[in-house]
C-alpha cells in the first residue's frame, strides 16, 4: 500500500464556510464543526511542509440556477446559502486561508467538475507532481464523498481523513468511510496521517 509522501501531497479543505460550520447557518452541519481541530493540525503541518492547500467554496448563484437539481432536493437553497460574496459564502474565521493558499470555487459537489482543481493540482509544483489528494472538510458523505471519487477516477491517490471531516450523521459518515476505504483510497485519522508526512 501506499504511503503519504509531503512532496507528492496536496491538502484539500473541502466547503468549510460559514452557511456549512456555523450554529444556526442556513446549511449547518454540526459535525463539521468537530473537525475543526484537526484541520488546523493538518494546515499548519502542510503549511510546514510546504503542501499545498486548497480550500474548496460551494457556490451557488442567484434562484441556484447554477445548481438547480440540488435546489429541488433542498428548496431553502433556491433562497439562501452559500452565495457568493455573502458572509456565509466565506472560509470560517478558524480556518482562515492564507495568500499562498489556493481557493476553487466549484458548483456540483465534486469539486473535480468543471472547476480548476484539476489544471492547478497538476502544475502546482511542477507538471504531475502532485499524485495524492488529502481530503478533509464537510459533508463527509456529499461532498467530501463526490471529490474524493472524482481524484480517483482521475488517477489521484486519496487520504480521506475521518476525523477532520463532517457529516450530517454517524451512519452517514460510517457508510462513507467504509465505501471509501474499500474502494477509492485510505482512511486514515489525522495523527496517522501527521506520522506518515513526517509532521
Given at each position: 500500500?501506499?504511503?503519504?509522501?509531503?512532496?507528492?501531497?496536496?491538502?484539500?479543505?473541502?466547503?468549510?464556510?460559514?452557511?456549512?460550520?456555523?450554529?444556526?447557518?442556513?446549511?449547518?452541519?454540526?459535525?463539521?464543526?468537530?473537525?475543526?481541530?484537526?484541520?488546523?493540525?493538518?494546515?499548519?503541518?502542510?503549511?510546514?511542509?510546504?503542501?499545498?492547500?486548497?480550500?474548496?467554496?460551494?457556490?451557488l448563484l442567484e434562484?441556484?440556477?447554477?445548481?438547480?437539481?440540488?435546489?429541488?432536493?433542498?428548496?431553502?437553497?433556491?433562497?439562501?446559502?452559500?452565495?457568493?460574496?455573502?458572509?456565509?459564502?466565506?472560509?470560517?474565521?478558524?480556518?482562515?486561508?492564507?495568500?499562498?493558499?489556493?481557493?476553487?470555487?466549484?458548483?456540483?459537489?465534486?469539486?473535480?467538475?468543471?472547476?480548476?482543481?484539476?489544471?492547478?493540482?497538476?502544475?502546482?509544483?511542477?507538471?504531475?507532481?502532485?499524485?495524492?489528494?488529502?481530503?478533509?472538510?464537510?459533508?463527509?458523505?456529499?461532498?467530501?464523498?463526490?471529490?474524493?471519487?472524482?481524484?480517483?477516477?482521475?488517477?489521484?491517490?486519496?487520504?480521506?481523513?475521518?476525523?477532520?471531516?463532517g457529516g450530517l450523521?454517524?451512519?452517514?459518515?460510517?457508510?462513507?468511510?467504509?465505501?471509501?476505504?474499500?474502494?477509492?483510497?485510505?482512511?486514515?485519522?489525522?495523527?496517522?496521517?501527521?506520522?506518515?508526512?513526517?509532521?
Open positions: 500500500m501506499w504511503k503519504l509522501d509531503a512532496a507528492k501531497s496536496a491538502l484539500i479543505v473541502v466547503d468549510m464556510q460559514n452557511d456549512f460550520v456555523l450554529e444556526g447557518a442556513p446549511m449547518e452541519v454540526p459535525n463539521a464543526r468537530k473537525a475543526i481541530p484537526h484541520i488546523q493540525r493538518l494546515i499548519a503541518a502542510s503549511r510546514k511542509l510546504d503542501i499545498p492547500v486548497f480550500f474548496t467554496k460551494h457556490t434562484d441556484a440556477f447554477n445548481s438547480p437539481l440540488e435546489a429541488e432536493y433542498n428548496p431553502k437553497l433556491f433562497d439562501v446559502g452559500m452565495r457568493k460574496g455573502t458572509p456565509g459564502w466565506d472560509v470560517i474565521d478558524d480556518l482562515a486561508p492564507e495568500p499562498e493558499d489556493t481557493q476553487i470555487e466549484k458548483y456540483r459537489y465534486n469539486a473535480f467538475h468543471n472547476t480548476l482543481l484539476e489544471p492547478t493540482l497538476r502544475t502546482i509544483r511542477g507538471l504531475n507532481r502532485i499524485d495524492t489528494v488529502i481530503i478533509t472538510g464537510t459533508l463527509t458523505e456529499v461532498c467530501c464523498d463526490s471529490t474524493a471519487r472524482g481524484a480517483f477516477m482521475r488517477d489521484f491517490k486519496v487520504a480521506f481523513i475521518d476525523d477532520a471531516t450523521s454517524t451512519r452517514a459518515e460510517d457508510a462513507t468511510f467504509d465505501a471509501m476505504g474499500k474502494f477509492f483510497g485510505r482512511v486514515m485519522h489525522t495523527d496517522d496521517a501527521l506520522s506518515e508526512l513526517g509532521a
